[in-house]
């Protein structure tokens, strides 16, 4: 029940519409099967912490 709580917390502080949701340092995709955007977003995120 504590893990159901805490995912439930999870889904209204980040405000999750649906699932599958995948978010990269705070930034929502609107397509989570989308590769291409997901590879930018974490090699944007390395670059930036270089």
């Not at 649906?18 to 590879?39: A, H, Q, R, W």
Request: negative net charge.
């Amino acid at each position: 029940m504590e893990e159901v709580e805490k995912d439930s917390n999870l889904v209204k502080e980040f405000k999750v519409q649906f699932i599958p949701s995948i978010m990269v340092n705070g930034t929502m995709l609107e397509d989570p099967f989308d590769y291409e955007k997901i590879k930018i977003l974490i090699d944007q995120e390395l670059e930036e912490s270089k």
